[in-house]
Structures are given as structure tokens and as C-alpha cells.
């Protein structure tokens, strides 16, 4: 077991029995290989399946106790003869439920605080099942153990997706940036070197912009290098859109790109819309038009790029909207944003933030 002060597992195997319900395919093995804080190699009668343990998460690379957590799958597992219920496949991998001896590996692992619970709403884990490992990552946590145990650490799902928006934020920003640079318009990002971060930070836009005053919510970032930097929403995702098909998914992200010349702060406000679906639908009707009391205040056709993600096609529109559209957005009455034929209404916290990012651009 592990707590705050001594974060080492005690590896005594008090595995905690569980009824799970049947999965679609149970095979038998024994444990060759721990990959991973949650994937094992098990050598089954066919040969050897990689098997990534369902419903829980576990540490990144990056953050600590990653090694510790899986030096302690190792002692749980590795050796052992093992039952695998797959109840899930990728291409080189099958999820499902590890068990020794009858008892559920990842619910011990969740007991010893080794551990996080996936949300219902990420894993579909049923209630009984999600009951039954809720109450053990309870008294993990009220014992401080493991993940537990370490101020401030985020669950491994949480880490990723800041460290993909940190990412993306970094992408949009070093496309236009990078674009403006090459136009050689002094007023939209000229002589911007992306190529030389400062060293102390692998993140080119890690610095401290001293003339910028707190941005409140908004994400930000600055190259001093360069002298640019960014503040935006981050991804928002979008809900209750007019006309939307059944499956696609869409999130929108506005920042705004300054170049900054002593107190003086020139810059552009981009907004990029994100729909993940079956098919494209933004390939022929894209346009972005800013409606205002029913009357068009802005329109402007993207910038269109697209990807093919794990079976689902991305399409990533970027579009540069005005100073102007963004005050009556933010200053307007009635507000209408429509692309190609969605409609989507901007909310107050929507409001806000771009208030608080008209600020930083006056």
C-alpha cells in the first residue's frame, strides 16, 4: 500500500473480490510481460495477447509514481496465471477485465490507490460494476494512498487532454504566426522566428509577457523570442446546434494573435471550428456569418484542413474575424454564429471570455 508520506507500494497480495458480469470472450493465460501501469502480455494457448486492463488509468510517463505504479501491476500480476475477459479491441491490443485467483486486478489496483477510476460517461462501465470500484477508490483516497497521496496530481485523462490543448494552442498559433511572418507585413507578425525557443522550456511559448495584465480564463502563451504570443478560449464543445446530424461532433476555439512592440499589441482573432463524423460536411458549405439582430455583421470563408482519426474524419476550419464582429458579439443583442447551414448561439460565459479578450487587444 502506499501513502503521502512513504509513495511505495506495499506489494502483500490482498487482491479484493468482485462480481463482474460476464464478458464476450474469457481466455486463460499466464502472465509474461507488464508493458504499463495497465497493459500486460499473457501467453495464451494460441500465443500471446496484449491485454490493456478496462475502467481504470494510471499515470503518464511525465508524471510521478508512472514507474512506481507499474513495478506494482508487476508484483499483482507478472508470472501468475490469470484469467482475461476481452470485451474490447484495438489494432495490437484487447481491453477488458484481468483477474487472478478470481479477484479483479484493476479493483486492487484502485484499493491500493495505483490508480484512477474512469468517469462512467468515458468507460460505460455499468452502475453495479462502477459502485463497486467507486467505493474502493473512496477509501483510497480518504487514506491518501498512491495517486492519492500527491498534491495536485491530475488523472492521467486530465493530463492528456491539457497537454493537447497546450498543443493545439501552440499549432494555431505557430500556422498564423508562421503564415503572417511570411507575408512581411510588419503589423501581421513580420520577422517572427519561431526556430528559437528560449532554452529554458521546450515550449516556445512558455515566457512571460510582461505588458500582458492577467488574462482571467483565457488560456495564454508568449514567445519572447518572437514577441508574439496567444489568448484564447481553448476548445469549447458545442451543444443543442441547429441541423446537427446524428454522430457528429463539433467544438469551436477563438484566440486572438498578437504581435507585441514595447506596450503596443497588434493582432488578429481567429476562430477555428472543429467537427469529428462519419463523413465530411463542410467540404462545399463553410462560410462563417455573425449575426446581429438579424442582421450579418461579419461573413468570411476558413482556411479547411482534414484528417482521418481512428476511423472518424476531422475537418478543421480556421477563420479570421474582425475586431468589429468580435465587439458585437460580445456588446449585441440577439447574436447568431452560422457555418456553412449550423446556427449556434454564443452563451454569457461565451460573452465573457471574449470580453476579457477584447481587452488584452485594445
Same mark, same amino acid.
Given at each position: ?128 460494476? @462502477?459502485? !463497486?470500484? +467507486?467505493? =474502493?477508490?473512496?477509501? #483510497? ?5 498512491? &495517486? ?126 472543429? @467537427?469529428? !463524423?462519419? +463523413?465530411? =460536411?463542410?467540404?462545399? #458549405? ?5 449575426? &446581429? ?70
Amino acid at each position: 500500500m502506499m501513502n503521502t508520506a512513504k509513495p511505495i507500494f506495499v506489494f502483500a497480495f490482498v487482491l479484493v473480490l468482485a462480481a463482474i458480469g460476464h464478458a464476450q470472450s474469457t481466455m486463460s493465460g499466464k502472465v509474461v510481460e507488464v508493458l504499463d501501469g495497465k497493459t500486460v502480455v499473457i501467453e495464451v494457448a494460441s500465443g500471446k495477447l496484449t491485454a490493456g486492463i478496462k475502467y481504470i488509468d494510471v499515470p503518464e510517463p511525465e508524471q510521478p509514481l508512472h514507474q512506481t505504479v507499474r513495478e506494482h501491476l508487476e508484483k499483482l500480476v507478472l508470472g501468475k496465471d490469470v484469467v482475461f475477459r476481452a470485451s474490447g479491441f484495438d489494432p495490437g491490443k484487447t481491453f477488458g477485465q484481468l483477474y487472478v485467483k478470481s479477484a479483479d486486478v484493476a479493483l486492487q489496483m484502485l484499493r491500493d490507490g495505483a490508480a484512477w477510476q474512469v468517469p462512467v460517461d468515458k468507460s460505460g462501465q455499468n452502475e453495479a460494476d @462502477s459502485s !463497486a470500484y +467507486q467505493y =474502493h477508490q473512496n477509501l #483510497a483516497r480518504q487514506e491518501q494512498r498512491g &495517486v492519492w497521496g500527491v498534491k495536485d496530481l491530475k488523472p492521467a485523462w486530465q493530463f492528456r487532454a491539457d497537454k493537447l490543448e497546450r498543443a493545439r494552442q501552440a499549432e494555431i498559433a505557430s500556422e498564423y504566426v508562421g503564415q503572417s511572418a511570411k507575408s512581411g507585413n510588419s503589423s501581421d507578425f513580420s520577422n517572427v522566428v519561431l526556430d528559437k525557443p528560449v532554452r529554458r522550456s521546450s515550449n516556445p511559448w512558455s515566457d512571460v509577457n510582461p505588458y500582458l495584465k492577467n488574462p482571467g480564463p483565457l488560456v495564454h502563451g508568449y514567445n519572447a523570442a518572437s514577441k508574439s504570443g496567444y489568448v484564447g478560449t481553448s476548445l469549447m464543445g458545442l451543444k443543442d446546434i441547429e441541423n446537427i446530424p446524428s454522430g457528429q461532433t463539433m467544438a469551436v476555439d477563438i484566440t486572438y494573435l498578437y504581435k507585441q512592440q514595447e506596450k503596443n499589441r497588434t493582432g488578429k482573432f481567429v476562430v477555428t471550428l472543429f @467537427s469529428v !463524423a462519419d +463523413q465530411f =460536411h463542410f467540404l462545399k #458549405a463553410n462560410t462563417i456569418k455573425v449575426m &446581429v439582430d438579424e442582421k450579418s455583421v461579419f461573413a468570411g470563408k476558413p482556411t479547411r484542413t482534414t484528417t482521418n482519426q481512428e476511423g472518424k474524419l476531422v475537418e478543421k476550419l480556421t477563420y479570421e474575424v474582425s475586431k468589429a464582429a468580435v465587439e458585437k458579439i460580445v456588446y449585441g443583442g440577439d447574436v447568431t454564429i452560422q457555418i456553412g447551414s449550423y446556427n449556434f448561439y454564443p452563451t454569457q460565459g461565451l460573452q465573457l471570455l471574449l470580453y476579457n479578450m477584447l481587452q488584452v487587444s485594445s
